[in-house]
């Protein structure tokens, strides 16, 4: 596609509930990330993946967290037994490599209640 | 302290006038990006610079590497200006490239 594309746009979830949060990344595009942005802060790293290959995870807050790229094109983002702390909006960017320019998706507003 | 520091935090301004919005890091970065944020999440990548001054438009974005500093100007500013501006860097070294961001300066134009 022309971009970078996420979906759901939005998911309301009941606590407890897992989610999965799926990320477009432009074609070609080799490095994707993961952000996680609270209301009112700046976006904090999550993950990175480099094609298929999770090369660093060390953003994720708890194992409840999970991320794949299984085929190094889409990759999903599964948060198991929400919780209303995982309330925020979580980003996912591509570039072609590494410290190279990102370009970011719409975002995914989770909202757990 | 955060590595990367944002000021102002907030800005109201009236249309056309300059605006300046500065970035500090502490970290060794291999290249800093000046990004726009509307209501509603998406991003969008405005610059990415590792030294000197890049123009795009009505938007200027400066480094001094030596100073770990950064600013992002809006000349004859617009009411459609109005966002989040966030910097971000990405870290130098053996890092992968992931982006540490300041928390953002919320731009408001007034017509």
């Known amino acids: 596609g022309a971009g970078v594309s996420q979906s759901p746009r939005y998911k309301v979830a009941k606590r407890g509930q897992d989610v999965a949060l799926r990320c477009d990344p432009i074609s070609g595009h080799v490095s994707l990330f993961w952000y996680q942005q609270a209301l009112g802060q700046g976006p904090e790293f999550l993950t990175y993946f480099q094609n298929e290959a999770q090369l660093d995870k060390s953003g994720l807050p708890s194992d409840r967290f999970f991320a794949e790229r299984p085929e190094g094109s889409v990759s999903t983002l599964k948060i198991q037994?929400?919780?209303?702390?995982?309330?925020?909006?979580?980003?996912?960017?591509?570039?072609?490599?590494?410290?190279?320019?990102?370009?970011?998706g719409q975002g995914t507003r989770l909202t757990v209640v | 302290k955060n590595e990367v520091e944002q000021s102002p935090q907030n800005l109201t301004a009236q249309e056309g006038e300059f605006i300046t919005i500065n970035c500090s890091y502490s970290v060794g970065i291999s290249a800093l990006h000046w990004l726009q944020q509307h209501p509603g999440g998406g991003i969008v990548?405005?610059?990415?610079?590792?030294?000197?001054?890049?123009k795009h438009g009505r938007l200027?974005?400066?480094?001094?590497?030596?100073?770990?500093?950064?600013?992002l100007h809006i000349t004859a500013s617009h009411p459609r200006d109005s966002a989040v501006y966030i910097c971000a860097v990405s870290r130098g070294g053996g890092s992968q490239g992931n982006l540490i961001f300041g928390k953002g300066t919320k731009l408001s134009v007034k017509p």
């Open chain 1, 81 to 104: 037994r929400t919780q209303q702390e995982d309330s925020a909006v979580y980003l996912c960017a591509s570039s072609f490599g590494r410290n190279t320019e990102a370009f970011f």
């Open chain 2, 45 to 54: 990548s405005l610059f990415m610079l590792s030294s000197g001054k890049k």
């Open chain 2, 60 to 71: 200027i974005a400066t480094i001094n590497i030596q100073e770990k500093h950064s600013s």
